[in-house]
């Protein structure tokens, strides 16, 4: 990984003639201080960040606030993949080591108490080591990264959309299998390489024909740090609603109930994923579907790593697609992931519409029914009450109540 960045700063430094195109395109620009600048000072600031490491305020800001939404792609008059170049200029930028470190660390803790505070103890270990249905060479391994337990009732829908389909699959994920995307960005290049290494040996290790990915995150990394190139695997991988798009005939043979709703999916380009969820929304019984307008273009998830990188595009687009949701008036808003369903699902105290996860719908249809307890937690609005409805959690898990109490209500929002 460290000699593949390397190159990769040299060959991009050769071929970008500094042409400023992928600033002017950059939707996030108009929502930061750099609204204005010449783009192509920009990217020549820019470019020098990411070769040697010379840092202008410009140039961090734009880095920084890179929501890796890819409206740059396909922009460049030299065939530059332009969101490679502020990915890899984010891994420049990074903190140093052992602040990328600290980070993940703090985010791991506030991953594992909201788990804890949905979850059994026996559940919460299950979904964190290697399980599945048991076959020797299983078709799939579902590997959903770390921040879905988060919303572990996401989780625990999709692995029940795999069983009622028959699909022979294993799960893995959970923080001490996280794709390195976190030191990645921070900058820690070793330490993310470490632990790409490790993950793909487990990869190797269960033997799928397919690994289905989860978190638009890791698809990203797995995308723009060349881990394909690196590893050259034996397994293809796509990701989980793309798996479920193409078993359109068995999920409709899998429902037992419609869902007689006016829905909209919120969505973001950048990546595929809305595509393949709203291929596999139209499967589902009863369900009418509406087109929001919305601003996809902005960032390829709501997520800490993408739309919460720049926040007032953030809060733009998240009071937009609720406005548009009212005039279309749906009574179900659906995400595809769970950054997003983590930023939105608050919105339910507001507005006159459910938000649930894709995955919520689907097995609803199969008649797979389980309570969203961050959206319950959510809405109780406050650390105290929260508490309350989490106390036993809390007790079963021998979480220590006072840092639950202190903590429950921030780090159920961070991020958002
Ligand atoms: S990926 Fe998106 S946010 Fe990043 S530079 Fe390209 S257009 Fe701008
Ligand atoms: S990456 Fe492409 S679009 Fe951006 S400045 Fe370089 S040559 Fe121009």
């Given at each position: 990984m460290q000699q593949h960045v390397k190159e990769r700063r040299q060959a991009l430094n050769e071929q970008c003639?500094?042409?400023?195109e992928c600033f002017r395109v950059c939707p996030i620009v108009p929502f930061t201080p750099l609204e204005g600048a010449d783009p192509e000072r920009m990217t020549r600031l820019t470019l020098d960040l990411l070769t040697s490491g010379q840092q202008t305020q410009e140039a961090a800001t734009w880095t920084a606030s890179?929501?890796?939404?890819?409206?740059?792609?396909?922009?460049c008059p030299e065939d530059i993949n332009p969101r490679e170049l502020l990915f890899l200029t984010k891994n420049r930028l990074g903190l140093e080591g052992a602040t990328a470190q600290g980070f993940f660390s703090f985010m791991a803790q506030g991953i594992n108490l909201l788990a804890n505070l949905q979850l059994p103890s026996a559940e919460f270990r299950l979904l964190t080591s290697p399980s599945g249905t048991g076959a020797e060479k299983p078709e799939v391994l579902f590997y959903y990264g770390c921040n879905v337990l988060r919303t572990p009732d996401i989780l625990l829908n999709a692995i029940d959309i795999l069983e009622r389909l028959g699909v022979s699959f294993r799960v893995l994920g959970g923080t001490a299998n996280c794709c390195g995307t976190v030191h990645f960005r921070g900058g820690d290049t070793a330490k993310a390489e470490t632990i790409e290494n490790r993950l793909y040996d487990r990869f190797v290790e269960a033997d799928p024909e397919r690994v289905l990915l989860w978190c638009p995150s890791c698809e990203i990394q797995f995308l723009e740090s060349g881990t394909t190139q690196r590893h050259q695997p034996s397994f293809t991988m796509e990701h989980y609603a793309r798996f479920l798009a193409d078993k359109k005939e068995e999920l409709k043979r899998s429902?037992?109930?419609?869902?007689?709703k006016r829905a909209a999916l919120h969505e973001h380009a950048g990546l595929e994923l809305g595509k393949w969820v709203k291929e596999v929304l139209?499967?589902?019984?009863?369900l009418e579907l509406v087109e929001l307008p919305q601003m996809?273009?902005?960032?390829?998830?709501?997520g800490i790593g993408s739309l919460a990188l720049a926040p007032n595009a953030r809060d733009a687009v998240h009071s937009r697609v609720l406005e548009e949701a009212v005039a279309a008036g749906v009574d179900l808003l659906i995400t595809p992931d769970h950054g997003c369903q983590v930023s939105l699902c608050g919105a339910e105290k507001d507005y006159p519409f459910a938000v649930q996860n894709f995955v919520a719908v689907v097995g609803a249809a199969m008649g797979i029914e389980r309570d969203d307890l961050y959206k319950r937690y959510m809405l109780c609005g406050g650390g105290e009450k929260i508490f309350a409805a989490a106390k036993g959690f809390v007790q079963d898990n021998q979480l220590d109540a006072t840092n639950v109490r202190e903590t429950v209500w921030e780090t159920l929002n961070w991020g958002r």
């Open positions: 003639i500094r042409c400023g890179c929501t890796l939404c890819g409206a740059c792609i396909g922009q429902y037992s109930r419609p869902i007689t139209q499967t589902v019984p009863g996809q273009e902005t960032s390829y998830t709501c």
